[in-house]
């Protein structure tokens, strides 16, 4: 992965380790793949209130003086950048061991509680139905988008995920598109004795723990029933693809929906989601273990939307203040540093989405190095480097 390709790539660990094994090393496509990632977390030290110090690891997320905003969870590093290192560099030294791996995503989140979203929900998309409360419990109901949809295929959603039509709503809320997918792709791609199942959104940890075992993947000692060993292909390696094809938040186990913690209060589909889930993927499998997969249904076809609005602001023509140019240094480097120190400067630039549309060059920023002996300078640090974060 180069420069040219990370310029824009903000501090996360996916960016670290991802420089650590690929910067130098060709012209070839690789990545960190995401797996089942939902509920997994590089703040190893664990939630902890940042007021009083102690652990407010329990059901909501919340501590005694504050409530949810104070309880944050922590990493092993002093600050989120050592600790971004830190992760960054326990995965690159574990990926660069083996010669296939799919590394999960670091993803981090909190519940939170406040009466006010209630009530800014009421007032802009009216107040969501008992039978949604009922449908999602124990999910108390944030945005109701099931309900508002703008249902302009058909007036009809026939996914085998959603739990009812809401036709009374149709054109009445968020056009010109729904807010979340009606018809989601599900597949499973298989290679020798590996099947990768498609998952069109974030998994947590068992949950795919769960949808591996139900099509094909001997977990540890188990030895339940699964449709490709039953079906004569023994032996079946199952991995998880995430974030496929169309994304739909996360799903969790439906245990794990009682506690409503950010991966369940973000499965949209209500606690069964997981369950219907196995049941599409056990079809599958059967189908592709039997050979017969010609004699499946397609399934219904997702609506396609030819006039996609984009919330990007278009770019603007750059100017300069009055009396400088581009390029004109505001606040110079110092002609020494100690090691360790930070280097500050400023001056006049452009837009950087200009630049990345009108590129001249391959970074926005270079660290040189003057070397007397060849009277020329060296680039040691770009703007993916990690001294330059």
């Known amino acids: 992965m180069s420069a040219f390709l990370m310029e824009l790539v903000a501090v996360n660990k996916k960016a670290y380790k991802a420089i650590g094994c690929f910067f130098w090393q060709g012209p070839y496509v690789a990545a960190f793949a995401s797996s089942n990632l939902g509920d997994v977390s590089p703040n190893v030290l664990g939630p902890h209130c940042t007021n009083t110090g102690e652990s407010c690891e329990n059901a909501n997320s919340s501590c005694p003086i504050g409530g949810p905003s104070m309880c944050v969870a922590e990493g092993p590093g002093q600050d989120m950048f050592e600790s971004t290192q830190i992760i960054g560099r326990i995965i690159y030294d574990k990926a660069k061991r083996v010669a296939i791996i799919l590394i999960i995503t670091f993803l981090i989140g909190m519940v939170e509680g406040n009466s006010f979203w209630d009530t800014l929900r009421d007032q802009v998309l009216g107040k969501p139905s008992e039978e949604i409360k009922e449908c999602h419990k124990p999910k108390p109901v944030l945005l109701h988008t099931g309900e508002v949809m703008h249902l302009d295929y058909h007036g009809e959603i026939s996914i085998f995920l959603t739990l009812k039509s809401f036709h009374a709503f149709g054109s009445q809320l968020l056009k010109p598109h729904p807010w979340h997918p009606d018809i989601v792709d599900v597949q499973i791609v298989t290679l020798g004795f590996l099947a990768i199942t498609a998952i069109p959104g974030e998994f947590t940890t068992m949950s795919g723990r769960r949808l591996r075992q139900a099509v094909g993947e001997m977990i540890r000692v188990l030895h339940c029933l699964k449709e490709f060993e039953a079906y004569g292909m023994l032996n079946m390696t199952v991995v998880i693809s995430g974030l496929c094809n169309v994304y739909t938040h996360y799903i969790t186990t439906y ?6 913690r950010y991966e369940a209060a973000s499965t949209i589909y209500g606690p069964h989601t997981l369950s219907a889930y196995i049941q599409l993927f056990r079809v599958l499998a059967k189908a592709i273990a039997t050979g017969t997969v010609a004699n499946l249904s397609s399934g219904p076809e997702p609506p396609f939307f030819e006039e996609l609005m984009s919330p990007l602001i278009p770019n603007i023509v750059d100017r300069v203040p009055l009396g400088r140019t581009f390029g004109d240094i505001l606040l110079p480097a110092n002609s020494t540093y100690r090691v360790g120190e930070v280097v500050e400067v400023t001056f006049v630039g452009a837009n950087p989405k200009n630049s990345a549309e009108n590129r001249t060059h391959q970074t926005f920023l270079t660290v040189e190095k003057y070397e007397a002996t ?16």
């Open 374 to 389: 060849s009277a020329t300078w060296q680039i040691m640090h770009n703007d993916a480097s990690w001294e330059t974060r």
């Open 255 to 260: 245990e794990e929906y009682q506690a409503q």
